[in-house]
């Protein structure tokens, strides 16, 4: 399942906030409770390379996933470049 970071600020109190789901979806003011803003921005965190003592590792979420990101360990690299050019080269392919 796709996993995005969602960015948003509120027209009302101008709060910004972030919030994690598995879609762009519309968020309310967590400040002043003003509803429905939608993302002016977010990150797909469907897939991500975090370091892992000397080796860095890359994490997919599932399709399965629903209220959390629960990643799943695809391949792990000596340098956070090699995991990231692996990443790029898999994603063409996909």
């Known amino acids: 399942m796709a ?3 969602n960015y948003y600020i509120c027209e009302r109190c ?3 906030w972030t919030d994690e789901w598995s879609c762009t979806c519309d968020d309310d003011c967590p400040r002043c409770g003003s509803r429905h803003y939608s993302p002016f921005k977010s990150d797909d965190l469907t897939h991500v ?15 399965t ?3 959390s ?3 799943c360990e695809l ?7 090699a995991a990231e050019a692996w990443l790029a080269h898999d994603k063409i392919l996909s």
Request: glycine letters at 2%.
């Open 3 to 5: 996993w995005f970071c």
């Open 14 to 16: 101008d709060t910004p």
């Open 49 to 63: 390379v975090e370091q892992d003592g000397e080796r860095f590792i890359v994490l997919w979420s599932p399709e």
């Open 65 to 67: 996933a629903e209220d």
């Open 69 to 71: 990101p629960e990643y």
């Open 75 to 81: 391949e792990s690299f000596p340098t956070r470049e």
